[in-house]
Structures are given as structure tokens and as C-alpha cells.
């Protein structure tokens, strides 16, 4: 047996998505869009959010840990057992410090629409519009909506979305992967080996964090962009 650190139970959770990538005119045009739409000025009748998800392994212990001794950390051995995987869907309002979330066994194009229409018909009954910030995944469309619903209604729900879309490999600009980082870092930090538990923890975690209406300070301006990436914007010449 040995002691588990925090740092190794990240692993899942980190990838390259906080790297910037090639910039290329069409980089330029969804990060400012992005950064512009993140300027905005408040207002509950056309809430911004956040959208993103990710998958979350299921994980056992091969060993029955040491049992807790007072003013000791958990001790388990380093091997795990694997139980597949699940999907955490995440959505993420940055200026009142909202957010929602859900456990689902696939990330499939209706889970995705499922859990818009959870989060309309539950939170935000009375909005005019909802501007979505999200990535270029193939499920992250309003077609998703014709698998769940009849044409009309699909078309009809779909108008309330102003769709506003990260640049490849710039999905550190959706506020809602920082939500992620917290929520891997508090709350996924330890072995989890069903979903029932991992949705229950995951809840608990959305209903401290709403409750203290922790929100992001996002600095990062259309100013603040132009500056640093001067060199990577085009250089017009008569």
C-alpha cells in the first residue's frame, strides 16, 4: 500500500486543450468573437453560458485501502480497476456564477440535446436567448435537437441558441473548461467506481458552488489579445 496523490489522480483530466495551437485568420475570428461576447454587459433575459463536456473513467480499487487513521491521509495501492467510462456534461454562467451539471453513460448528439432542454425547461423558462459558447464537436449543433424532438419543435427550440463557437484547439477560451479544472481538482480527485456515486459527488459539488456563487475573473479582453498576439494578426498593406 502506498499513498495516493492528487497529482496522479488529475492524469485523466489533463490534456493538451489548454495549448493554443496554430492561429490563423479563423482563430482570430472566433477568439475575438468569443472575447467580445465575454464583454458584454449583463443581462438575465440573454444569459451567456458556457458548454462543454468530458469523459470521466470509472476507477476501483484492485486492494481494499488502509483504513483513515486520525491525522492520516487515505492510503491505497497505485493499481486500480477500470469500469469504463462515463460523460459529465457541464453548463456555466460566468457573471452570476451558475452552473449545472450532469452524469450520463455516453456523449452522444441526444444526450447533448437532452441536456439543453433539461437545462431551458428547469432554469431558464423566461429567456429571449441564450448565448452558448462551446467547441467544434460534431454533436455541439442544432441538428442534435431532430434526434430528440419533431421537426418543428427541433427548429422552434434551436432559435433560442446564438451559437458562438471556440477556434480549434482554443477551447481555453470556454470558461467552462476552468469549471472543469475545478471540479476535477475538488471533487474527482479519488478513485470513483459508479456512476451513481460520481453523479451524487458531482451534484453535492454544483450545490456548495452555486451556493457560493463561485464565478471566474476573466481578464482576458479583445484588447488584451490584439497586444499579445500582435505578430499573429495579418498585416494589411495598400
Same mark, same amino acid.
Given at each position: 500500500?502506498?499513498?495516493?496523490?492528487?497529482?496522479?489522480?488529475?492524469?485523466p483530466?489533463?490534456?493538451?486543450r489548454?495549448?493554443?495551437g496554430?492561429?490563423?485568420r *479563423?482563430?482570430?475570428?472566433h477568439?475575438?468573437?468569443v472575447l467580445?461576447?465575454?464583454a458584454?454587459p449583463?443581462?438575465?433575459?440573454? !444569459?451567456l453560458? %458556457?458548454?462543454? *463536456?468530458?469523459?470521466? !473513467?470509472?476507477? %476501483?480499487d484492485?486492494?481494499?485501502p488502509?483504513?483513515?487513521?486520525p %491525522?492520516?491521509p487515505?492510503r491505497s495501492d497505485?493499481a486500480?480497476?477500470r469500469?469504463g467510462t462515463?460523460?459529465?456534461?457541464?453548463?456555466? *454562467?460566468?457573471?452570476?456564477?451558475?452552473r449545472?451539471?450532469q452524469v450520463?453513460?455516453r456523449?452522444t448528439?441526444?444526450d447533448?440535446?437532452?441536456?439543453?432542454?433539461?437545462l431551458?425547461?428547469?432554469?431558464?423558462?423566461?429567456v429571449?436567448?441564450?448565448r452558448?459558447?462551446?467547441d467544434?464537436?460534431?454533436?455541439?449543433?442544432p441538428?442534435?435537437?431532430?434526434? /430528440?424532438l !419533431?421537426?418543428?419543435?427541433?427548429f422552434?427550440f434551436?432559435?433560442?441558441?446564438?451559437?458562438?463557437?471556440t477556434?480549434?484547439?482554443?477551447?481555453?477560451l470556454?470558461m467552462?473548461?476552468i469549471e472543469?479544472?475545478?471540479?476535477?481538482?475538488?471533487?474527482?480527485?479519488?478513485?470513483?467506481?459508479?456512476q451513481?456515486?460520481l453523479?451524487?459527488e458531482t /451534484?453535492a459539488?454544483v450545490?456548495?458552488?452555486?451556493? *457560493?456563487?463561485?464565478?471566474v475573473?476573466?481578464?482576458f479582453?479583445q484588447t488584451a489579445?490584439?497586444e499579445?498576439?500582435?505578430?499573429?494578426? !495579418?498585416?494589411?498593406?495598400d
Amino acid at each position: 500500500m502506498c499513498e495516493k496523490h492528487e497529482k496522479n489522480e488529475l492524469k485523466p483530466w489533463v490534456n493538451k486543450r489548454w495549448c493554443i495551437g496554430k492561429i490563423t485568420r *479563423e482563430y482570430l475570428w472566433h477568439m475575438e468573437d468569443v472575447l467580445y461576447h465575454y464583454a458584454r454587459p449583463y443581462d438575465p433575459l440573454i !444569459p451567456l453560458l %458556457g458548454y462543454d *463536456e468530458r469523459p470521466c !473513467p470509472r476507477l %476501483g480499487d484492485l486492494l481494499v485501502p488502509l483504513p483513515r487513521q486520525p %491525522g492520516q491521509p487515505r492510503r491505497s495501492d497505485h493499481a486500480d480497476e477500470r469500469h469504463g467510462t462515463c460523460c459529465v456534461l457541464l453548463a456555466f *454562467e460566468p457573471p452570476t456564477g451558475f452552473r449545472d451539471v450532469q452524469v450520463r453513460t455516453r456523449r452522444t448528439a441526444i444526450d447533448d440535446a437532452q441536456f439543453l432542454q433539461a437545462l431551458v425547461r428547469r432554469h431558464y423558462p423566461t429567456v429571449e436567448q441564450i448565448r452558448l459558447v462551446q467547441d467544434h464537436v460534431n454533436t455541439h449543433t442544432p441538428g442534435a435537437l431532430y434526434h /430528440l424532438l !419533431p421537426p418543428e419543435e427541433a427548429f422552434q427550440f434551436a432559435q433560442l441558441f446564438e451559437l458562438h463557437y471556440t477556434p480549434k484547439k482554443g477551447s481555453w477560451l470556454n470558461m467552462a473548461e476552468i469549471e472543469f479544472a475545478a471540479l476535477a481538482k475538488q471533487c474527482l480527485d479519488r478513485r470513483i467506481p459508479d456512476q451513481d456515486t460520481l453523479a451524487r459527488e458531482t /451534484l453535492a459539488w454544483v450545490k456548495k458552488r452555486n451556493k *457560493e456563487r463561485k464565478t471566474v475573473n476573466w481578464q482576458f479582453t479583445q484588447t488584451a489579445a490584439r497586444e499579445k498576439l500582435q505578430s499573429k494578426y !495579418p498585416v494589411l498593406t495598400d
